[in-house]
Nanobody, 125 residues
C-alpha cells in the first residue's frame, strides 16, 4: 500500500507559478513510476506529466510542455510538479498517482494503483 498526499495548490494570477508536492509513504518509493493528473470542472481527468521509477524518462501532455517540470526526490519520497506561466485553462484539481514500475504507457490513468486526494489549482485571468 502506498499513501500519497499532495500540497502546494492555491490561487495564482495568470503568468504566475506554483510548485506542487506529492509525499509518498508505505512501499519503496523508488520502485514506483509517478504521475500527475488533473480534472477541470465538467471534464474528465487528464494526464499532465509522469516520471519513471529511475527518473530517466519524463513525459508531458502537449499543453504543458515548456511550462511544467516534473521531478522526483527519492531520498524525500516526494515528486514535484513545477508549474510556470500558468494559464486560466490550467485551473483544475491536480492529483498525483503511483504505480509499480512498468513498461506500459505511463500516461494511461487506469495503469496507476494509488492516488492522492488532490489539490486545487486556480488560475485567475
Amino acid at each position: 500500500q502506498v499513501q500519497l498526499v499532495e500540497s502546494g495548490g492555491g490561487l495564482v494570477q495568470a503568468g504566475g507559478s506554483l510548485r506542487l508536492s506529492c509525499a509518498a509513504s508505505g512501499r519503496t518509493f523508488s520502485n514506483y513510476d509517478m504521475g500527475w493528473f488533473r480534472r477541470s470542472p465538467g471534464k474528465e481527468r487528464e494526464f499532465v506529466a509522469a516520471i519513471n521509477w529511475r527518473g530517466s524518462n519524463i513525459y508531458y501532455v502537449d499543453s504543458v510542455k515548456g511550462r511544467f517540470t516534473i521531478s522526483r526526490d527519492d531520498a524525500r519520497n516526494t515528486v514535484y510538479l513545477q508549474m510556470n506561466s500558468l494559464k486560466p485553462e490550467d485551473t483544475a484539481v491536480y492529483s498525483c498517482a503511483a504505480r509499480p514500475f512498468s513498461r506500459s504507457d505511463i500516461s494511461v490513468l487506469n495503469g496507476y494503483n494509488y492516488w492522492g486526494q488532490g489539490t486545487q489549482v486556480t488560475v485567475s485571468s
